[in-house]
């Protein structure tokens, strides 16, 4: 029996049908950024103090500088507290201009914010002071979405396909991301936002398992970090959108708005013939194999099709079927960490980006050009140096900056920003290695689930993240401390999982053989459905993957 890599190659490894579902992946990756990083651009810090019209019930007449003079007290460089104000009294006018307020008490009426002509997130809900927490925690929740949605989407992937999966998370993006724009107050969008977080979680799962399914084993890399690439400018896209849109309402909505423009997924996104095989589905899984051939103008001998059949036991694969065998075990705490590594120090550069002193809008622009050649240059070094070789140098160099950073004295602020950079666009050229390591270092019946469990993983890093540089209270080190040392351990442990470098997929939970080269060896020696072995004198029957 042939397997499916040897169709594969039949039909095009990547012709013209694949070259398409790369473009269709890569258009909502280039849309993503806009919800992932928008939120840094409309909660920006602003001049902001305490709303002190009281005075104003005393003498009407008082200019505003009059007003702010009398009613609020000082810094020691002279400015005015931010977050403090002078007790109201009773008295007359005249009395305060004579002997002036002592007792302070924080804001008691709201903020005004006399430099911001644009209304955002932090003026319009006063994320400022006390609240200004806020911004941090909604940060989290949103990545509490992204969670959510990889515990649940994931297995439900394996379940009804990448396809439906993906037209069901664009609109759940969708309508909520514009939703989000019209939040009545500070908590819906917070609700809002967590629902689009579970959709992006959902959406990054199956266009990763959708698109490299459908390739050859040497052309996986570059279709993955394609559509990386093309997040990498819907990052730079999102800081000249996030400069010319300045009213957080309509940068939610016309961030958002775009997705339903790719309605038309519904006609022209096809489904992954390897999951179609593993449900039995072999009339379909025909079907799209020959518009896939015609599309890459091949010709697929019929006799060739007629050998597929479907699995006499198949079910989809569970967590249990992951944590039962030892080396499924292994690899997926591994590749667990190896995600949170990942998320954990590439959001916690990322979702500062005003914090470097230069410009936001300029910074982030820099942030997502620099990814562009470190992704790109995954495409080369993943086939010369191997899965396993580049994960570990991204994630070691990731740390090793990480750590140099606190070590950069503060009058260098250029520096910490060059240092900030390498560390994004390594972390960035590991994220994408990872989604193709993880493609192919577990078996296509659990691999779905088990790229929601990792990328549950990554949500929980990007959960803690956000709040990792609340430790700085207690030293300015250890953010960057537990950044470097996270991503040092994570690239220690890439040396002890599998190279993955032009083998096929494989398609059971069987442990590959070690002394063959690949999978191919493996799964040749299969048959299609159940096989008798003998164990210790007795038959026992075991279902095989699906092959050709």
């Given at each position: 029996?042939?397997?499916?890599?040897?169709?594969?190659?039949?039909i095009?490894?990547f012709?013209?049908?694949?070259k398409w579902?790369v473009?269709?992946?890569?258009?909502?990756n280039?849309?993503?950024p806009f919800?992932?990083?928008?939120?840094?651009?409309?909660?920006?810090?602003?001049?902001?103090?305490?709303?002190t019209?009281w005075?104003?019930a005393?003498?009407?007449n008082?200019t505003t500088?009059?007003?702010l003079?009398?009613?609020?007290p000082?810094?020691?460089?002279?400015?005015?507290e931010?977050?403090?104000?002078?007790t109201?009294?009773?008295?007359?006018?005249?009395?305060?201009?004579?002997?002036?307020?002592?007792?302070?008490?924080?804001?008691?009426?709201?903020w005004?914010?006399?430099?911001?002509?644009?209304?955002?997130?932090?003026?319009?809900f006063?994320?400022v002071?006390d609240?200004?927490n806020?911004?941090?925690?909604s940060?989290?929740?949103y990545?509490g979405?992204?969670l959510?949605g990889?515990?649940?989407?994931?297995?439900?992937?394996d379940?009804?396909?990448?396809?439906?999966?993906?037209l069901?998370?664009?609109?759940?993006m969708?309508?909520?991301?514009?939703?989000?724009?019209?939040?009545?107050?500070?908590?819906?969008y917070v609700a809002?936002r967590?629902?689009?977080?579970a959709?992006?979680a959902?959406?990054?799962i199956?266009?990763?398992?959708?698109?490299?399914?459908?390739?050859?084993a040497?052309?996986?890399?570059?279709a993955?970090?394609?559509?990386h690439c093309c997040n990498?400018?819907?990052q730079?896209?999102?800081?000249?959108?996030?400069?010319?849109?300045?009213?957080w309402?309509?940068y939610?909505?016309v961030?958002?708005?775009?997705?339903?423009a790719?309605?038309?997924?519904?006609?022209?996104?096809?489904?992954?013939?390897?999951w179609?095989?593993?449900?039995?589905?072999?009339?379909?899984a025909?079907?799209?194999?020959?518009?896939?051939?015609?599309?890459?103008?091949?010709?697929?001998p019929?006799?060739?099709?007629?050998?597929?059949?479907?699995?006499?036991?198949v079910k989809?694969?569970?967590?249990?079927d992951?944590f039962k065998?030892?080396?499924l075990?292994?690899?997926?705490?591994?590749?667990?960490?190896?995600?949170?590594?990942?998320?954990?120090?590439?959001?916690?550069?990322?979702?500062h980006?005003?914090?470097?002193g230069?410009?936001?809008?300029?910074t982030q622009l820099v942030?997502?050009?620099?990814e562009?050649?470190?992704?790109a240059?995954?495409?080369?070094?993943?086939?010369?140096?191997?899965?396993?070789?580049?994960?570990?140098?991204?994630?070691?160099?990731?740390?090793?900056?990480?750590?140099l950073?606190?070590a950069?004295?503060?009058?260098f602020?250029?520096?910490v920003?060059?240092?900030?950079?390498i560390?994004?666009?390594?972390?960035?050229?590991?994220?994408?290695t990872?989604?193709?390591?993880s493609?192919?270092?577990?078996?296509?019946?659990?691999?779905?689930?088990?790229l929601?469990?990792?990328?549950m993983?990554?949500?929980?890093?990007?959960i803690?993240?956000?709040?990792?540089g609340?430790?700085d209270?207690?030293h300015?080190?250890?953010?960057?401390?537990?950044?470097?040392?996270?991503?040092?351990?994570?690239g220690?442990?890439?040396?002890?999982?599998?190279?993955?470098?032009?083998k096929?997929?494989?398609?059971n939970?069987?442990?590959?053989?070690?002394?063959?080269?690949?999978m191919?060896?493996?799964?040749?020696?299969?048959?299609?459905g159940?096989v008798e072995?003998?164990?210790?004198?007795q038959t026992?029957?075991?279902?095989k993957?699906?092959h050709?």
């Amino acid at each position: 029996m042939t397997e499916f890599g040897e169709i594969l190659k039949a039909i095009g490894e990547f012709g013209r049908f694949q070259k398409w579902l790369v473009l269709l992946m890569c258009i909502p990756n280039f849309l993503t950024p806009f919800h992932m990083f928008g939120q840094v651009f409309i909660v920006r810090d602003v001049p902001h103090y305490c709303n002190t019209s009281w005075i104003r019930a005393l003498s009407p007449n008082l200019t505003t500088k009059q007003e702010l003079n009398l009613t609020l007290p000082r810094k020691p460089d002279g400015s005015f507290e931010d977050c403090s104000m002078y007790t109201p009294v009773q008295e007359d006018i005249e009395s305060i201009r004579k002997y002036g307020l002592n007792a302070t008490e924080k804001c008691q009426d709201g903020w005004v914010y006399p430099s911001q002509p644009k209304p955002t997130l932090l003026t319009e809900f006063n994320l400022v002071c006390d609240r200004k927490n806020l911004n941090d925690i909604s940060q989290s929740i949103y990545m509490g979405g992204l969670l959510a949605g990889a515990l649940v989407f994931g297995p439900l992937s394996d379940r009804i396909g990448s396809r439906w999966m993906i037209l069901l998370t664009l609109l759940l993006m969708g309508s909520f991301g514009v939703g989000a724009g019209f939040a009545p107050n500070f908590y819906i969008y917070v609700a809002l936002r967590f629902i689009v977080g579970a959709a992006f979680a959902g959406i990054s799962i199956s266009m990763a398992a959708l698109s490299s399914e459908w390739v050859g084993a040497s052309y996986r890399a570059v279709a993955q970090i394609i559509t990386h690439c093309c997040n990498a400018l819907g990052q730079m896209a999102l800081a000249g959108l996030a400069y010319a849109i300045r009213d957080w309402r309509l940068y939610q909505i016309v961030g958002s708005a775009p997705v339903f423009a790719l309605f038309f997924y519904i006609w022209v996104l096809p489904n992954s013939a390897r999951w179609l095989l593993t449900k039995g589905k072999i009339k379909e899984a025909q079907k799209v194999l020959q518009k896939a051939a015609s599309i890459n103008k091949r010709t697929v001998p019929e006799e060739l099709l007629n050998q597929l059949a479907p699995e006499k036991k198949v079910k989809s694969g569970n967590i249990l079927d992951i944590f039962k065998m030892p080396h499924l075990r292994k690899m997926t705490l591994i590749m667990a960490w190896v995600w949170f590594a990942d998320s954990f120090v590439y959001y916690g550069v990322s979702l500062h980006v005003g914090n470097f002193g230069l410009d936001i809008y300029m910074t982030q622009l820099v942030f997502g050009a620099v990814e562009i050649p470190s992704r790109a240059s995954c495409i080369f070094l993943l086939q010369w140096l191997g899965r396993k070789k580049c994960q570990a140098a991204w994630l070691l160099l990731g740390g090793i900056v990480c750590l140099l950073i606190p070590a950069i004295p503060k009058d260098f602020p250029v520096i910490v920003t060059v240092l900030a950079v390498i560390g994004k666009s390594a972390l960035a050229a590991s994220f994408s290695t990872s989604y193709v390591f993880s493609s192919e270092v577990f078996p296509t019946v659990v691999r779905q689930t088990s790229l929601g469990l990792c990328s549950m993983s990554a949500r929980v890093a990007g959960i803690l993240s956000p709040l990792v540089g609340l430790l700085d209270m207690y030293h300015p080190a250890i953010p960057m401390v537990l950044f470097g040392s996270t991503a040092l351990i994570a690239g220690i442990l890439c040396f002890f999982l599998p190279e993955t470098r032009n083998k096929d997929l494989q398609d059971n939970t069987a442990k590959s053989s070690s002394k063959q080269g690949s999978m191919k060896a493996v799964n040749t020696s299969f048959k299609n459905g159940p096989v008798e072995q003998k164990e210790d004198g007795q038959t026992v029957e075991s279902v095989k993957s699906t092959h050709l």
